[in-house]
Nanobody, 127 residues
Framework: QVFLVESGGGLVQAGGSLRLSCTAS????????MAWFRRAPGKEREFVAA????????YHADSVKCRFTISRDNANKMVYLQMNALKPEDTADYFC????????????????????WGQGTQVTVSS
């Protein structure tokens, strides 16, 4: 069983920054590929960023590339999403997700690969 808890959301003005954190339980955290997804009001959940088990591979959605950065700290079982140059369209609930089943040091952008999810943290960007 894996429990994920997100934190760091809040209200920020356009152009500002936030850093989201995801705290994970479980002894095998370093074996999990991790990702961030988000769901804006009235929209489907969408992929934001993913990171491989070792942290050597990352991938960011085009909509956040060069503004957001995913990272992880395996020793402390943490995943982060640094968000800079925030825009009103980044307003959403942000979810941390873990892939505990698939082997290899890969990254996954499709939500169906993730079997554990956090409850989400809300990010609101005002114009």
């Amino acid at each position: 069983q894996v429990f994920l808890v997100e934190s760091g959301g809040g209200l920020v003005q356009a152009g500002g920054s936030l850093r989201l954190s995801c705290t994970a339980s479980g002894r095998s955290f370093r074996n999990y590929a991790m990702a961030w997804f988000r769901r804006a009001p009235g929209k489907e959940r969408e992929f934001v960023a993913a990171i491989s088990r070792s942290g050597s591979e990352t991938y960011h959605a085009d909509s956040v590339k060069c503004r957001f950065t995913i990272s992880r700290d395996n020793a402390n079982k943490m995943v982060y999403l640094q968000m800079n140059a925030l825009k009103p369209e980044d307003t959403a609930d942000y979810f941390c997700a873990a892939n505990s089943q698939t082997g290899g040091d890969s990254i996954y952008t499709n939500r169906r690969y993730y079997d554990y999810w956090g409850q989400g943290t809300q990010v609101t960007v005002s114009s």
